[in-house]
């Protein structure tokens, strides 16, 4: 069964550094998001992605953030200049369809900045 | 008032027993309503996924809606040690945003 992979599964770094979190969704799926969950707190929505440019982003996704998807299969989410409140679980999603709802999520990364 | 509001738990259950997990919810524009299992530092699977109003049944999982009520509910029939997970329940609306609203989930447990 298709599914969502992302790398990778931890990373550690420390304040002020980037950070490039990567996800393959899956192979036909034409829409991109950005989840994160900060540690017992509910899935908060980032960015959602279509046809190379961003279609919404919540008021989370600042100037610190940047989303690409650099050839056929990658998709990126950057942190310029990560801070200690960004340390959470990021998860990459895709759906093949617009406005189904029916979105498929990845492991996630685990992001600890020290 | 919360968007979407969700019986944290803990609930815990004997091996077998039938689960009911519920979200409450206040923007009347969702439409689509999503049940997702979240094992421990995993991501969100989904599970059921349901448009507008009515139930929907898939195996031993049943999602029914109630827009009338702006409230949601995921029943488990013989519910299994396998089942032990986190359970969030997601909408959005037709038309416009594709975010997903979560709630903030009901970690459930099945005893053996």
């Known amino acids: 069964e298709p599914e969502v992979t992302q790398t990778p599964s931890h990373q550690v770094t420390q304040m002020g550094q980037e950070v490039i979190l990567r996800c393959v969704p899956i192979?036909?799926?034409?829409?991109f998001y950005w989840y994160r969950q900060i540690l017992g707190q509910k899935v908060e929505f980032l960015v959602s992605?279509?046809?190379?440019?961003?279609?919404?982003k919540s008021e989370i996704f600042d100037d610190q953030f940047s989303v690409e998807r650099p050839d056929g299969s990658n998709f990126t989410l950057k942190i310029r200049s990560t801070k200690l409140e960004d340390s959470a679980m990021y998860f990459c999603?895709?759906?093949?369809?617009?406005?189904?709802?029916?979105?498929?999520f990845g492991p996630g990364t685990r992001l600890t900045v020290t | 008032q919360k968007e979407v509001e969700q019986d944290p738990g803990p609930l815990s259950v004997p091996e077998g027993a039938i689960v009911s997990l519920n979200c409450t919810y206040s923007n009347s524009a969702f439409q689509y309503f999503m049940w997702y299992r979240q094992y421990s530092r995993k991501g969100p699977e989904l599970l059921m996924y349901t448009y507008s109003s009515g139930n929907k049944e898939d195996g031993r999982f049943t999602a029914q809606v109630d827009k009338s009520s702006k409230y949601i509910s995921l029943f488990i029939r013989d519910s299994q040690p396998s089942d032990s997970a986190t359970y969030l329940c997601a909408m959005k609306p037709q038309g416009g945003s594709e975010k997903l609203v979560f709630g903030k989930g009901t970690k459930l447990t099945v005893n053996p």
């Open positions: 992605f279509y046809n190379n440019e961003i279609s919404e």
């Open positions: 192979s036909n799926h034409l829409y």
């Open positions: 999603a895709s759906s093949a369809l617009r406005d189904t709802g029916e979105q498929y």
